[in-house]
């Protein structure tokens, strides 16, 4: 995000798209007669204009290629009057492909890509159901692993974003690691801190985020239906969660560990965990019969 004034208004510009895909930035500006995107490929020193069919408009479109890669772009805005200002730079950086494969519940139908854009980034992408994963123990080990195929990447993975039309997140999908000595456990979670669930994906399978303790806020976006069995159990003691009318179904000892029945009020049920939901709502009446057990 990058913002300026231009005759005592403020604008912004907005800068997203990965390499193939189509990129946008969009100029918000008050009192401009015309538009100017320009380029460069020498940190600024030297700025030649676009001669894309939208250079001269307030959004600049362009398919982004692997040429681009560092390029810098910005505007030239002109008012009436003949006085203009430029905008601040905007550097466009493709993000390393580190892996990708598939991942959805027939096949190809889902997949996923694991990028490096100063942080990695898990994106699952595709139509319809995400397969369901298992666990096992590693031979001669302790621990405790699932068979997803980002697995070696558990410890990289700061962001999950879901794209399209998911519509089922797998069992497991995003648990977390442990060891097993005797009777006790260890965790080892994603260093994943939020996560915002579309509304396209209408149930999240059990154990989805299961004991991912980084996690501080989570948003189920309205259109989400189930929430299945502890998949998000015992995340975070300092966690944020916001569950929409749409949900209709919550499994069983699904929030967090040491949580019992008996808090009617949900702003109650940890001094640091807030749980969004809506009056009148099923999450609401869920919360007043307690979120630890059924």
Known sequence: MISAV???????IHESGL??????????????WTYQWQYSYDKGTTWNNCTDSSFSTETYEYIVEEKHYDRLLRC?????????????????????LIDSGTCGENGDNITWTLIHKNEYILTISGSGRMKDYNSYQEAESYLHTYN??????????????????VTYIGNNAFAADYWLYRSDRYYHPFPLTSVVIPGSVKQIGQNAFWHQSNLRKVVLSDGVAEIG???????SDKLDITIPK??????????????YNGYYDVTEI???IVVRVYKDSYAYDYAKKGWYSR
């Not at 990129?23 to 009192?31: D, P």
């Not at 499994?251 to 040491?258: A, E, M, P, V, Y």
């Open 6 to 12: 231009f005759h005592n208004q403020s604008w912004l």
């Open 270 to 272: 940890l001094p640091e």
């Open 148 to 165: 997803t195929p980002w697995r070696a990447y558990r410890d990289k993975i700061y962001r999950v974003v879901f794209e399209g039309d």
């Open 76 to 96: 030239r805005l002109t008012a009436h009057d003949g006085s203009f200002v430029y905008t601040d730079t905007a550097a466009l950086t493709i993000p390393e």
């Open 229 to 235: 069995d502890q998949a998000f159990y015992c995340n």
């Open 19 to 32: 390499l193939t895909s189509e990129s946008t930035l969009t100029v918000t500006a008050a009192n401009v």
């Open 246 to 259: 749409s949900v209709t179904k919550i499994g069983s000892l699904n929030l967090w560990k040491g949580i």
